[in-house]
């Protein structure tokens, strides 16, 4: 009978409350580590980014100075804008492939369905140093393979390297890499559906679009509230691809082509360290910003 | 900047294991750290420098050389008690980010590193190099090239480092690609420019060069022939930027407009598409350092035979003249633990002639010593690749022609993003070379007053 | 809190095998679509034709790289000389590299797999003052891009001496802020809060409660933890570039990079022959990761579950 109650009741239950020092002790590893590891250069790089360093005249105190600079910074803002456009077009194109993979791995009509559901997972496995490597040959314009085929066939060949088409081959690179890793998080979501409701939903007569409809995508809500949450993160903080692909495209890709790759060329070409610290944390509230009021809304449907 | 962390009184039991692990695992290493050694140029007596040499000592050299170890050898053959770690962290740019890092961080820096010319005036103005006067280093000064030599002192009259190569720039081509076309070696730039809208007229997937939109050392290699000195300081905090004057507005006007015309190719060099590309015969000719022959002869080995070598197009046939692109020297970093073994080394490794000679024949540089560009059987040779051309001959007598004045600029890093982005994008983009120039001249001095230098524009 | 649900689900997965279980909850005569797996078939193909590039061109000499079609063999394949060279290149430094990868990953999963479930155990079965403010804390950790960030790591690292040595590397691993969600969500779900109270009457204290009763049931969660933060550690390439000097202590990301540099910026001799080896080192490391995943996967399929379903 405690038991139920506990079961249904999870908030402040007394068991829970009279033993928290023991809570704390199992959180204590962890969160000894993200204080040493992770909040204490959070705070020196807070503390840098009050501070102005140059070559001649050594380090000053500007207080806000760096922020208020880095809110008008131009560079920075594109970085921002080209990231967010970047997300508001990658992002749904890849949650909705993984949607859709997911939906046809679920639904039983694929044979080899094992070997495809591992092979569209497989590029998760490769690291982005890799994966450009290997698109970065694939795009070449003129010994890639795909430029020698269209020159065979004497079609002019596709710029996937151009200035126009950068963010969509960037766009291509990063949806080839974590398609599978979303398509696994809603499919496996999808295997948690009780057979017995679709059982009822067969007897009610329901086709199989209306099951995809009722069934599986609300069972689909909170994965997908991940996914995209993960994907906001992700997209906002890209860099490794743009970085690599670099060195194939210098004259497309700047060192502010994103926010976070801005960051990086401060830190490590301009050598100013108090400034990159600055737009970090600039981006990083971003990051929080368009996250919270991602969450918000999603909440908000759920309650609706 | 010590920060408000480094006496944090928490918990922390863990974090001291850590240090004391950390402490140790650095200690075996040897690493450099907090250093006392001096920057006085009183000459440290010759009883003391052996006394050094006979003290077991482990030194770290960051060098990206490859097979360096045979040279490193015969150091310490000759020196048993001292023993040098060699570690490749990163090749120019990667490595030069690490260093400073280690440098700022004051823990993980080396004894000795390479650093390449260019690079010099980057790590003295935060004066992290050591002068090596004081180590017997003015001695060595007839046995370098001139206009090296130059290029390791600074304006007080150190010696910040020792050359080690240097990369005079000349031209390869494919003569058979000239002979199909009736093309002559041009000798100006006016020929180069006629023969590139020939060549490319004749045959629209060939182009008669490649001048790579990322490449700022070739840019600046062409500057220094035509006798630019864009970057001047004096004094540490005086500089004086001249990216966009007459030569070099020339220089953008010629090439920009080559470049819009499509005559010539912009693709970033180094690329396996640019490495095929070379392969395939789509560029007529190379303007390469004198490393570019044994490069070449490595990288296209499907084009055998059919390159050879000669001298850059003049601007002015009667005083022809030549820039640099690359060479490296050793460098020793101020705050080492081992100063005088650092020292010894560093003039040992470049100086000695066995072990100069070594990185000639073994890992093919191009020499820095006057003795070796001036050796019958280096001068001799005459490798098949080039058709048995005695292309050493050719790059040693371009060497003699290399001004030996020209200057860099104390942020490398930055004024060579800022090229590629501006006149390296408007050669790819085909857009005005010359504004572009503008573009660069005013984003170097922005950055420069940023960091307190007072900028003169030239 | 949708709890009926979830306790159907708990009552349902505990019924069946995880993983596989299509047929057994649908009528076993259900039609096999081609059109639907031709297409999906074709959605394979794009996901495989960058490796089988990679696997294609693992076979081809420096020279044939740049001279042949890329997405075909040359006439001379020459896969087990490039594997092999890839394994003497520079005194055998990519069997170290392989090494340390293993090591980096292993140790660095491992050790946050424990951390988060002890903490993840932590923070769904105890109430205590913070604990709200400080799972939100770790949660909007993630948002803070750390490619910057990356200087002050490395000086305060300086500081305790911990630059360029395996720790730099494997402790900032140890945080997995995915982790800690993942197995406060499993915490929540798998050990009931009756096994809890029983054992608690039965007199065992709240660690032993933990490693013999909890551990157990978190397992499946436990192993996706590991899987995943296995993936994140070995594929890491930043932290490791910023943190490490010594080519020697490099893991294989790293290390491949350096030879993807010394390739391209060439130089006379073994130098121009490394775009071979860069592409053969690329395949071998990405096999132990895919093996890894294709052995193991009942078990991560059933540990997302619970991550996904909940909020």
């Known amino acids: ?304 | ?458 | 809190m949708t709890t009926a649900t979830s306790t159907t689900a708990t009552t349902v997965k505990a019924k069946r095998v995880p993983a596989e279980a299509g047929p057994s909850r649908r009528s076993p005569t259900r039609r096999r679509s081609t059109p639907l797996t031709i297409a999906m078939l074709a959605v394979l193909a794009y996901f495989l034709l960058p490796l089988f590039w990679l696997l294609v061109a693992s076979t081809k000499s420096t020279q044939d790289l740049f001279n042949t079609f890329g997405l075909w063999f040359s006439h001379a394949p020459q896969l087990l000389s490039n594997i092999k060279a890839t394994f003497t290149q520079d005194d055998g430094v990519f069997g170290r590299w392989l090494l340390n990868t293993v090591l980096y990953a292993g140790a660095s999963a491992l050790g946050a797999a424990l951390l988060a479930a002890a903490a993840g155990y932590g923070f769904a079965k105890y109430r205590f003052r913070g604990h709200g403010a400080a799972f939100n804390l770790v949660l909007g950790a993630i948002m803070i891009p750390t490619t910057a960030l990356a200087i002050p790591t490395y000086l305060l690292f300086a500081k305790a001496g911990l630059v360029n040595t395996p720790w730099a590397v494997i402790l900032p691993s140890l945080i997995s802020p995915f982790g800690l969600y993942l197995m406060r969500i499993y915490a929540e779900d798998a050990v009931p809060d009756s096994l809890v109270e029983a054992a608690r009457m039965d007199g065992a204290g709240e660690l032993r409660i933990f490693c013999t009763i909890a551990l157990r049931l978190l397992a499946p969660g436990l192993v996706t933890v590991i899987l995943f933060t296995l993936v994140a550690t070995w594929n890491n390439y930043f932290l490791p570039l910023i943190m490490l000097n010594d080519p020697n202590l490099y893991p294989i990301t790293v290390g491949l990079s350096s030879w993807a540099d010394q390739a391209q910026n060439g130089g006379a001799g073994a130098s121009s022959d490394m775009f071979a080896l860069v592409v053969t080192g690329s395949l071998i490391s990405i096999i132990p990761l895919v093996l890894a995943f294709l052995l193991l996967q009942r078990y991560w399929q059933s540990g997302l579950a619970t991550g996904g379903v909940k909020q």
């Open chain 1, 1 to 304: 009978m405690m038991a139920t109650t506990t079961v249904n009741t999870p908030v402040k239950s007394p068991p829970r409350r009279r033993h928290g020092s023991a809570g704390v002790l199992f959180i204590a590893p962890f969160m000894v580590l993200f204080l040493l590891l992770f909040l204490a250069p959070l705070g020196y790089a807070a503390y840098l980014s009050l501070f102005q360093e140059r070559l001649i005249g050594g380090s000053t105190f500007v207080g806000l100075d760096n922020y208020v600079t880095a809110l008008k910074d131009p560079e920075l803002l594109k970085g921002i804008g080209r990231v967010a456009l970047f997300f508001v077009i990658q992002v749904p194109v890849m949650l909705l492939l993984a949607l859709c993979f997911a939906l046809a791995l679920d639904s039983g009509l694929l044979r080899l369905a094992r070997v495809i559901r591992l092979g569209i997972f497989v590029p998760y496995a490769v690291p982005s140093v890799i994966a450009t490597l290997m698109w970065g040959y694939l795009y070449g314009p003129d010994f890639g393979p795909f430029a020698q085929i269209s020159h065979d066939l004497q079609l002019p060949a596709p710029h996937f390297l151009s200035d126009s088409w950068m963010l969509g081959s960037l766009a291509n690179i990063v949806t080839w890499e974590f398609v599978g890793y979303n398509m696994i998080i809603l499919y496996a979501a999808l295997r948690t559906v009780p057979g017995e409701l679709y059982e009822a939903a067969a007897m009610d007569g329901a086709g199989a679009w209306r099951i995809a409809w009722s069934i599986k995508l609300p069972a689909l809500r909170p994965a997908l509230t991940l996914t995209l949450l993960f994907s906001v993160i992700g997209s906002f903080q890209l860099f490794n691809e743009p970085k690599l692909l670099m060195k194939v495209a210098p004259a497309v890709i700047d060192s502010s082509y994103t926010a976070n790759l801005y960051a990086y060329s401060v830190a490590f070409i301009s050598q100013q360290t108090n400034y990159a610290a600055t737009v970090s944390f600039i981006l990083g509230l971003v990051i929080v910003i368009v996250s919270y009021a991602f969450l918000l809304t999603a909440n908000r449907r759920r309650t609706a």
């Open chain 2, 1 to 458: 900047m010590s920060g408000p962390f480094s006496n944090s009184p928490s918990s922390l039991s863990r974090r001291g294991f850590l240090v004391a692990a950390g402490a140790l695992s650095l200690a075996a290493c040897g690493g450099g750290g907090g250093g006392t050694s001096g920057s006085s140029s009183k000459p440290v007596g010759q009883a003391d420098i052996d006394k050094a040499m006979k003290t077991p000592t482990q030194l770290t050299f960051w060098t990206w050389v490859p097979n360096i170890d045979k040279e490193v050898a015969l150091f310490e053959k000759k020196y048993p008690a001292v023993k040098v770690k060699v570690v490749n962290a990163g090749q120019g740019t990667p490595q030069y980010t690490k260093l400073r890092t280690a440098l700022k961080a004051n823990s993980g820096a080396p004894d000795m590193v390479q650093i390449e010319f260019q690079a010099i005036p980057t790590f003295t103005i935060t004066d992290s190099l050591l002068d090596l006067r004081p180590y017997g280093a003015s001695a060595l000064k007839s046995t370098f090239v001139d206009w090296t030599w130059g290029q390791v002192s600074g304006s007080g009259g150190e010696i910040w480092a020792i050359p080690q190569d240097t990369g005079p720039m000349g031209m390869l081509y494919r003569k058979d690609i000239f002979d199909q076309h009736g093309i002559q070696v041009p000798t100006t730039w006016d020929e180069f420019a006629a023969a590139a809208r020939k060549l490319h007229k004749a045959d629209p997937d060939v182009y008669l060069t490649n001048l790579a939109a990322n490449q700022v050392a070739a840019w600046h290699g062409l500057l220094w022939q035509a006798g630019a000195k864009p970057y001047v300081t004096s004094g540490k905090s005086d500089i004086t930027v001249s990216v966009d004057d007459a030569v070099s507005k020339k220089l953008g006007e010629y090439w920009g407009t080559l470049a819009k015309d499509g005559v010539i190719g912009v693709e970033p060099d180094f690329t396996d598409a640019w490495y095929a590309a070379l392969n395939k015969g789509k560029y007529a000719t190379w303007l390469t350092g004198a490393w570019g022959p044994a490069f070449l002869s490595g990288s296209a080995k499907a084009t055998s035979g059919k390159w050879r070598a000669a001298p850059l197009p003049q601007w002015d046939a009667a005083k022809p003249s030549s820039g640099n692109w690359g060479g490296s020297t050793t460098a020793v970093i101020r705050s080492t633990k081992n100063p005088v073994q650092a020292a010894v080394f560093a003039q040992f490794l470049n100086s000695d002639p066995t072990s100069a000679k070594m990185f000639a024949t073994e890992q093919f540089f191009f020499p820095a010593t006057k003795t070796l560009l001036s050796e019958p059987s280096f001068l001799a040779e005459a490798p098949a690749f080039y058709g048995g051309q005695k292309v050493n001959q050719i790059f040693a007598d371009i060497s003699a022609q290399v001004d030996p004045a020209f200057q860099w600029p104390p942020f490398l890093d930055r004024v060579a993003t800022d090229w590629t982005e501006t006149v390296g994008k408007s050669l790819a983009d085909k857009t005005d070379t010359v504004r572009a120039l503008g573009s660069w001249q005013s984003r170097i001095t922005t950055f420069a007053k940023s960091q307190g230098f007072t900028v003169k524009a030239g």
